[in-house]
C-alpha cells in the first residue's frame, strides 16, 4: 500500500497562502476505467481536469497508469475527453471533442496507448456517450435530419412547441473491424468509388415504437441484447414516465445486412426512400432484431445486466416516486421480466439488493465479483459490495475515501478517486483480499503535490443538536493555528440539492471554483459546511424532513450550529455569513430574509419565490413533490417557505450571482429577489453571467465568483473595504 498524505505542512513550517487563480489552476482526477484481462492487469486510465486560463476554458485530459510497472503518461494532448472505455488491457477508446466552441465530441481509439488515436466516428451532431458491445460499440446522437426539423422550417419558420416535441435522439452500432475496413477502401477510392461507399454504421433506435428519448442504455455482458430506458420526450418533466425496451440482436450480422441493403440501393442509384424528418415507419427494420417492451414500475430504469446476461439490475423506488425518496437496485432474473404482463407482476418478481443499506446509491457496478457501489454515509463516501440480502459490505481502503468516480474490472480489479481530510484528489487501485472488505491499495498519481506547502486550514466533521431535536452534521474548516478561546467570525456555505452532501475533504469541488474556502480560513474566518435535514447519507427519515419545511427547517439547522459554535466559544455571533449555490442559494436567500443573525449572505442561482420557480423552470415536479400540491391550487405553503415572502422585513445585504440562461433556476428569480431589496433599500448587488446555465463552467467566470463572495464577506465581516471588480 502507498497512501502518502498530501495537505499542508505540519505545524511551525512556513506555508504558502494560495490565490483564488492558483485553486482554479490545480489538476484534479475525476474518473477512472480498470482494463479488463489478465495480461498487462489493472492499468487504469483517469480523466483529469485542467484549466486553459488563456482561453478561458476547463479541459478534460486522460492518463494511463500501469500499476506494475509504476509509471503513468498523458494520453491525450488536445481536445476534451468525456469518456473512457478500455476494449482490451492495450486499447482505449475515448469520447473526444476539439476545443472549439462548434466541435463535435467522436468516438476516438486508441491502441497501444500511444499516439494520437484515430476517430472511429464522424457523426454530424456528435457523440452523446457510448458503450462497447459485440466486437464494436453502441452510442447515442442526435438523429441529424430531426434535430434540424427542415421541412417544418421551410414551411412555418422555427419555433418549439414547449414540452411536445419529438426527440431526435438516437441508438448507433458501429462495428469496429467494419470500420477499418471502409477506412482503408475509403483510402483507395476516387469520388465516384467513394460516393457508393456505406458507412458501416446503423441505426437499432428505429425499432422502437415512435421517436421516444433514450435515456440509459444496459448492453448484455453476453453481446445478445442491450436494454434501453426511454422517455416519451427530452424534456425533463418526463423523467417519470419510463418505457423500458429489450432488443434481441446480433448486432455485426445486423450491421451487415444493413450494408448490404444500402450497398445495394446506391448500385440501382434510387433515393433511400421516405428521406424525410419522421423517418421512414413501414421501412423494414426486423433484421436489426426484435424489441420487446419490459413491463416495469413507473420510474424504474435497467441500470446493468448480470456477467452471463440471464439477470437485470432495476433501480427503482419501492415507496413512492417522490424526488426526495431515495432509489433501491434491485434484481430480476430475465425469464420473469420478459413474462411480467403488467407492473405489479414485474414488481413482485423483483429482489431489493439494497433495502436494509437504507442509502442513496450514487454508482454502481455488476461483475463477475459482485455488485459493487458507492454511496454517502455521514460526510464521507463508501465503496461497498452488496451482499445480495439488502446489505452491503463496506470496502477498507486504509482510510482513503472515494470522491465520484470509480470502476471495476470485469476480473474485480478496482480503480477509484480518493482523498480525506488530510490528502487532495489522487487516482487509486485497489484489490479486495479473498473476497473480504480488506483491500490492498495503491496510490498512482500525485497531483497532490501541487498544494505541498499550502496552508489549506484544518478539516473535521462536527454534529449538534437543532432547534426540534434532530442531530445535524456539517463539515468544519478551521485555520491552522486554530485557538479554542478565541471567537472567530463563521460562514456557512451550504451545499445544493437538497439531495446532496458536503464532504470532510481536503478540497472539494466548491473550494476551488465557487467559495473561496480556504482564502476565509487564511483571514482567520471560520466555514462550516452544514448537512441540513434533506441531506444524503443520513437515510431516507432524514431525507423527508425538510418536505413541507423547505427553508424552516434548514434555518432551524443553521441558527442551532451559530448556538452550538457561540457556545463552545469559537464564534462572534455578531459576525456570520451565509452563502450558497442552487439549493444552498435559496437557504442562503431564506436566512438573510427571515433572520437577523446573519451580517450579510450570498445567493447564487438561487430560489427567491417558489410560485416564480416553479411556473418557469424545467423541474415543476421539485415544488409539488417537496411542497406538497400545485400553487395553482393551493399557494399557501408556496408562501410560508418562499424568502420574498418577507420582504417587507428585510435588512440583511445581499450578493447575488446566476447565470443568464439558467433553466434549472431561471433568472427571474434572481431578478425578483435584487428588484425588492432594492425597492426596500437593502444593500444589494447583482450579477449576471452570460451564456451560463445553472453552473458557472468557465473558470474566469469561476474567478469573479469566488472573488465577489469574498469580497462581499470581507467587507462585512472583516471591515475590509468593498471592492467587487
Known amino acids: 500500500?502507498?497512501?502518502?498524505?498530501?495537505?499542508?505542512?505540519?505545524?511551525?513550517?512556513?506555508?504558502?497562502?494560495?490565490?483564488?487563480?492558483?485553486?482554479?489552476?490545480?489538476?484534479?482526477?475525476?474518473?477512472?476505467?480498470?482494463?479488463?484481462?489478465?495480461?498487462?492487469?489493472?492499468?487504469?486510465?483517469?480523466?483529469?481536469?485542467?484549466?486553459?486560463?488563456?482561453?478561458?476554458?476547463?479541459?478534460?485530459?486522460?492518463?494511463?497508469?500501469?500499476?506494475?510497472?509504476?509509471?503513468g503518461?498523458?494520453?491525450?494532448?488536445?481536445?476534451?475527453?468525456?469518456?473512457?472505455?478500455?476494449?482490451?488491457?492495450?486499447?482505449?477508446?475515448?469520447?473526444?471533442?476539439?476545443?472549439?466552441?462548434?466541435?463535435?465530441?467522436?468516438?476516438?481509439?486508441?491502441?497501444?496507448?500511444?499516439?494520437?488515436?484515430w476517430p472511429l466516428t464522424d457523426h454530424?451532431?456528435?457523440?452523446?456517450?457510448?458503450?462497447?458491445?459485440?466486437?464494436?460499440?453502441?452510442?447515442?446522437?442526435?438523429?441529424?435530419?430531426?434535430?434540424?426539423?427542415?421541412?417544418?422550417?421551410?414551411?412555418?419558420?422555427?419555433?418549439?412547441?414547449?414540452?411536445?416535441?419529438?426527440?431526435?435522439?438516437?441508438?448507433?452500432?458501429?462495428?469496429?473491424?467494419?470500420?477499418?475496413?471502409?477506412?482503408?477502401?475509403?483510402?483507395?477510392?476516387?469520388?465516384?468509388?467513394?460516393?457508393?461507399l456505406v458507412e458501416p454504421v446503423v441505426e437499432l433506435g428505429r425499432l422502437l415504437p415512435g421517436r421516444l428519448a433514450i435515456r440509459e442504455v444496459a448492453p448484455s455482458p453476453a453481446d445478445d441484447a442491450v436494454y434501453l430506458t426511454c422517455w416519451p420526450r427530452d424534456d425533463l418533466v418526463y423523467w417519470r414516465e419510463t418505457r423500458v425496451f429489450q432488443i434481441a440482436l446480433d448486432a455485426p450480422a445486423a450491421l451487415a445486412e444493413h450494408i448490404r441493403r444500402e450497398e445495394a440501393k446506391k448500385k440501382s442509384d434510387k433515393d433511400i426512400p421516405n428521406d424525410k424528418e419522421g423517418g421512414n415507419e413501414e421501412e423494414d427494420t426486423g433484421y436489426l432484431g426484435t424489441v420487446i417492451r419490459l413491463n416495469v414500475p413507473r420510474g424504474a430504469q435497467v441500470v446493468a445486466v448480470a456477467p452471463d446476461g440471464r439477470t437485470l439490475l432495476v433501480l427503482h423506488s419501492g415507496r413512492d416516486d417522490k424526488m426526495y425518496t431515495r432509489q433501491d437496485l434491485w434484481r430480476i432474473d430475465l425469464g420473469a421480466a420478459l413474462a411480467a404482463g403488467d407492473a405489479d407482476a414485474f414488481l413482485a418478481a423483483m429482489h431489493n439488493l439494497s433495502a436494509a443499506l437504507d442509502r442513496t446509491l450514487l454508482e454502481w457496478h455488476w461483475v463477475k465479483a459482485g455488485i459493487f457501489v458507492?454511496?454517502?454515509?455521514?460526510?464521507?463516501?463508501?465503496?461497498?459490495?452488496?451482499?445480495?440480502?439488502?446489505?452491503?459490505?463496506?470496502?477498507?481502503?486504509?482510510?482513503?475515501?472515494?470522491?465520484?468516480?470509480?470502476?471495476?474490472s470485469p476480473e474485480g480489479r478496482l480503480a477509484f478517486v480518493g482523498t480525506n481530510a488530510t490528502t487532495y484528489p489522487e487516482v487509486y487501485a485497489a484489490e479486495p483480499v479473498d473476497g473480504g472488505p480488506d483491500c490492498q491499495v495503491l496510490k498512482l498519481s500525485g497531483f497532490g503535490r501541487?498544494?505541498?506547502?499550502?496552508?489549506?486550514?484544518?478539516?473535521?466533521?462536527?454534529?449538534?443538536?437543532?432547534?426540534?431535536?434532530?442531530?445535524?452534521?456539517?463539515?468544519?474548516?478551521?485555520?491552522?493555528?486554530?485557538?479554542?478561546?478565541?471567537?472567530?467570525?463563521?460562514?456557512?456555505?451550504?451545499?445544493?440539492?437538497?439531495?446532496?452532501?458536503?464532504?470532510?475533504?481536503?478540497?472539494?469541488?466548491?473550494?476551488?471554483?465557487?467559495?473561496?474556502?480556504?482564502?476565509?480560513?487564511?483571514?482567520?474566518?471560520?466555514?462550516?459546511?452544514?448537512?441540513?435535514?434533506?441531506?444524503?447519507?443520513?437515510?431516507?427519515?432524514?431525507?423527508?424532513?425538510?418536505?413541507?419545511?423547505?427553508?424552516?427547517?434548514?434555518?432551524?439547522?443553521?441558527?442551532?450550529?451559530?448556538d452550538h459554535l457561540v457556545e463552545l466559544g469559537w464564534v462572534d455571533p455578531e459576525r456570520v455569513g451565509c452563502m450558497g449555490w442552487s439549493q444552498g442559494g435559496y437557504i442562503s436567500a431564506f436566512a438573510g430574509l427571515r433572520c437577523d443573525r446573519f451580517a450579510a449572505v450570498s445567493v447564487g442561482a438561487g430560489v427567491s419565490d417558489w410560485y416564480t420557480y416553479h411556473i418557469s423552470n424545467d423541474i415543476p415536479d421539485f415544488t409539488v413533490d417537496y411542497l406538497s400540491g400545485s400553487p395553482f391550487r393551493d399557494r399557501e405553503r408556496y408562501v410560508e417557505t418562499a424568502p420574498i415572502s418577507n420582504l417587507e422585513n428585510a435588512h440583511t445585504p445581499m450578493l447575488i450571482q446566476h447565470g443568464s440562461e439558467d433553466r434549472r433556476v431561471p433568472l427571474s428569480n434572481a431578478l425578483e429577489l435584487y428588484r425588492g431589496l432594492q425597492e426596500m433599500?437593502?444593500?444589494?448587488?447583482?450579477?449576471?453571467?452570460?451564456?451560463?446555465?445553472?453552473?458557472?463552467?468557465?473558470?474566469?467566470?469561476?474567478?469573479?465568483?469566488?472573488?465577489?463572495?469574498?469580497?462581499?464577506?470581507?467587507?462585512?465581516?472583516?471591515?475590509?473595504?468593498?471592492?467587487?471588480?
Request: proline share 5%; net charge negative; charged share 25%.
Open 450 to 562: 501541487a498544494v505541498e506547502g499550502w496552508d489549506l486550514g484544518s478539516v473535521e466533521t462536527i454534529r449538534w443538536q437543532s432547534k426540534d431535536g434532530v442531530e445535524i452534521e456539517g463539515v468544519l474548516r478551521k485555520p491552522a493555528g486554530f485557538d479554542p478561546d478565541r471567537r472567530y467570525p463563521l460562514v456557512f456555505v451550504v451545499h445544493g440539492g437538497p439531495t446532496w452532501f458536503s464532504a470532510d475533504y481536503l478540497l472539494t469541488g466548491e473550494d476551488r471554483a465557487y467559495y473561496p474556502s480556504v482564502q476565509f480560513v487564511n483571514r482567520d474566518v471560520l466555514v462550516l459546511k452544514p448537512n441540513y435535514r434533506g441531506s444524503i447519507g443520513r437515510g431516507q427519515a432524514f431525507l423527508d424532513l425538510n418536505v413541507n419545511n423547505l427553508g424552516v427547517g434548514d434555518l432551524w439547522d443553521l441558527e442551532s450550529a451559530i
Open 124 to 196: 454530424e451532431t456528435g457523440v452523446e456517450w457510448f458503450k462497447p458491445f459485440a466486437s464494436g460499440f453502441l452510442f447515442r446522437a442526435r438523429d441529424p435530419k430531426r434535430d434540424k426539423k427542415k421541412e417544418r422550417a421551410d414551411r412555418f419558420g422555427k419555433y418549439t412547441h414547449f414540452e411536445h416535441e419529438e426527440s431526435a435522439s438516437a441508438l448507433y452500432y458501429v462495428g469496429l473491424e467494419e470500420m477499418r475496413r471502409y477506412r482503408d477502401r475509403l483510402r483507395a477510392a476516387n469520388d465516384d468509388e467513394a460516393q457508393k
Open 374 to 408: 458507492v454511496y454517502v454515509e455521514g460526510t464521507r463516501l463508501h465503496l461497498a459490495r452488496l451482499d445480495g440480502e439488502g446489505g452491503a459490505m463496506p470496502l477498507d481502503l486504509k482510510g482513503i475515501y472515494p470522491t465520484l468516480g470509480f470502476h471495476v
Open 681 to 725: 433599500g437593502v444593500p444589494v448587488e447583482l450579477f449576471v453571467f452570460p451564456g451560463m446555465g445553472h453552473p458557472i463552467t468557465r473558470p474566469r467566470e469561476n474567478h469573479a465568483v469566488m472573488h465577489q463572495n469574498l469580497a462581499w464577506f470581507s467587507h462585512y465581516l472583516l471591515g475590509e473595504d468593498l471592492s467587487l471588480e
Open 73 to 117: 503518461h498523458r494520453l491525450t494532448r488536445h481536445g476534451n475527453v468525456s469518456q473512457m472505455e478500455w476494449l482490451d488491457g492495450g486499447t482505449l477508446a475515448v469520447l473526444k471533442r476539439g476545443s472549439g466552441d462548434d466541435d463535435k465530441a467522436q468516438i476516438w481509439l486508441y491502441e497501444g496507448l500511444v499516439g494520437e488515436g
Open 1 to 71: 500500500m502507498n497512501v502518502e498524505p498530501s495537505g499542508p505542512r505540519s505545524e511551525g513550517q512556513n506555508s504558502h497562502q494560495p490565490t483564488l487563480r492558483e485553486m482554479l489552476m490545480l489538476e484534479t482526477p475525476f474518473a477512472v476505467k480498470v482494463a479488463p484481462g489478465a495480461e498487462r492487469s489493472g492499468r487504469v486510465a483517469a480523466l483529469v481536469r485542467t484549466t486553459n486560463w488563456n482561453e478561458n476554458r476547463y479541459e478534460d485530459i486522460c492518463h494511463v497508469y500501469d500499476p506494475a510497472g509504476g509509471s
